[in-house]
């Protein structure tokens, strides 16, 4: 039987449907890449903003269409999104054939070939995934309970030079805007040896760069009795042979370690970059997001990086528009921007999410959609202002430039996969190869750069 993987969302998404196609393969399942060959398409669903969520059910809305083409015989939802809504989502959406929740991944395979003979799945009703305590890994597991992204199966969905690795699920923090820990649940980290082993299987499969992944990176650790774990782990990673980049996603600001700086900036094979998410600057209106920091905390975090490492990228996303966010609290986050000087900053405007303390504040303290859409709108004119000149900085820098494709396309390594910017060569090399070029003109965040010899990168 025929299966195609559709993967919506992050890039944490990405390692659970390599995670369901591993199973599935083992399974006897051929894995095909185009929807409109298959027997059975997965739609892997993002649930984490409206604008994800509404791309899930139209991606679902499209692969049911394939079912009247004769192929497809059946359409699943698995992912945040059927996570989080379970029997609601199938009861909206009756296009979709089942909706499963991630307590159904170890049995895919019979899931997959008991809807294909038209039995009906009974979708789960969700609860809060935080209270499936014991949280222990192997308590977890004893426990029936399935925590994506941790099963040793997996197989690779891209034949790119980079793969993401996850360290970590679920987070426990509580910031009032985000709802992703009620279906994601409490933090669990993946056993070192287990993350290690999959790198090593990585670079067996090809991957020069390891992006680790995970919804809060800093706190790898914590619940396995380390909270330094990470920075052993680290040189660990780099050390695996045939992976030359390890770089890390999503430091919590607040849980950044001096140290943990240190491993990063001096590390053979870890690269220069630092996606730190700071999400606003005003003390008042972090304090609001359960969050922490002000302006000078942060520029003294982001002073003590580039001390370290000069040509470090830096990137973060902010959300304008938070419940009684003031024009001066909005000024503070753009004043902000401006002396930070980071290469990437995703701009979000704030909406309520399902279950999350920030959509019971009260009705007065919400902006209306006019003001927010406003301030989104002078944030992003003032964040691609700010990440061009950043760019400009680095002419005539030399650099090393992971090629992804085979028009000499790719990125360096203060640039994270897919949204963080690119750099282009010029044809006539092979994707994977790493090529030192010298940066000779920009196009917005994205560099242009020339193919140099014998030269060092930077000042690493």
């Known amino acids: 039987m025929a299966v195609a993987m559709v993967t919506l969302g992050c890039a944490r998404n990405e390692v659970d449907s390599e995670e369901l196609a591993g199973r599935l393969a083992a399974d006897g399942f051929r894995l095909v890449t185009d929807p409109a060959d298959a027997d059975t398409v997965v739609v892997n669903t993002c649930g984490f903003v409206e604008q994800a969520k509404k791309d899930s059910v139209d991606t679902l809305l499209e692969a049911a269409d394939?079912?009247?083409?004769?192929?497809?015989?059946?359409?699943?939802?698995?992912?945040?999104?059927?996570?989080?809504?379970?029997?609601?989502l199938a009861d909206a959406l009756p296009e979709a054939?089942?909706?499963l929740g991630f307590d159904d991944y170890p049995d895919i395979a019979s899931r997959l070939r008991a809807i294909v003979a038209g039995e009906k799945h009974q979708s789960h009703t969700p609860t809060d995934r935080r209270l499936l305590l014991p949280i222990s890994p192997v308590d977890r597991a004893e426990a029936g309970v399935t925590v994506p992204g941790h099963a040793p199966a997996r197989q690779r969905l891209e034949t790119g030079p980079m793969a993401p690795l996850k360290l970590a699920s679920g987070c426990d923090r509580r910031c009032t805007f985000c709802a992703i820990p009620s279906f994601r649940g409490s933090y669990l980290s993946r056993r070192?040896?287990?993350v290690l082993a999959e790198a090593r299987w990585l670079a067996d499969q090809g991957v020069r760069e390891i992006f680790c992944v995970s919804e809060n990176t800093t706190s790898y650790g914590k619940d396995l009795g380390d909270l330094r774990l990470l920075e052993s782990l680290i040189p660990e990673l780099a050390a695996v042979d045939g992976?030359?980049?390890v770089r890390l996603s999503y430091l919590q600001p607040a849980e950044i370690r001096p140290g943990l700086l240190e491993v990063i900036a001096q590390t053979e094979g870890v690269v220069p970059y630092f996606d730190i998410s700071f999400q606003h600057a005003s003390a008042s209106v972090l304090r609001r997001m359960r969050r922490f920091g002000d302006p000078d905390s942060f520029l003294d975090l982001l002073a003590r990086?580039?001390?370290?490492?000069?040509?470090?990228?830096?990137?973060?996303?902010?959300?304008?528009?938070?419940?009684?966010?003031?024009?001066?609290?909005?000024?503070?986050l753009c004043d902000f921007l401006v002396e930070a000087r980071?290469?990437?900053?995703?701009?979000?405007?704030?909406?309520?999410?399902?279950?999350?303390?920030?959509?019971?504040?009260?009705?007065?303290?919400?902006?209306d959609d006019d003001e927010i859409r406003a301030r989104v709108a002078h944030a992003n004119d003032l964040v691609q202002e700010l990440t061009a000149q950043r760019a400009e900085e680095r002419l005539g820098e030399v650099i090393d430039v992971l090629v992804e494709s085979a028009d000499g396309e790719g990125r360096a390594g203060f640039q994270g996969p897919e949204v963080d910017g690119s750099t282009r060569i010029g044809p006539g090399h092979a994707?994977?190869?790493?090529?030192?070029?010298?940066?000779?003109?920009?196009?917005g965040i994205d560099l242009i750069a020339t193919p140099v010899a014998g030269e060092e990168v930077g000042t690493r």
């Open 342 to 367: 980071m290469d990437v900053v995703g701009v979000f405007g704030y909406s309520d999410e399902d279950g999350t303390e920030a959509a019971g504040f009260e009705a007065s303290t919400k902006l």
């Open 243 to 245: 992976i030359d980049w």
């Open 431 to 443: 994707v994977g190869d790493l090529v030192r070029a010298r940066v000779v003109d920009t196009d």
């Open 66 to 88: 394939l079912k009247d083409d004769g192929r497809t015989r059946a359409v699943v939802a698995v992912g945040c999104l059927a996570e989080r809504y379970g029997a609601e």
């Open 97 to 99: 054939d089942a909706v």
């Open 305 to 332: 990086v580039r001390a370290l490492t000069p040509e470090a990228g830096v990137r973060s996303n902010v959300i304008v528009g938070f419940p009684g966010e003031t024009e001066d609290e909005f000024q503070t």
């Open 192 to 194: 070192p040896t287990d």
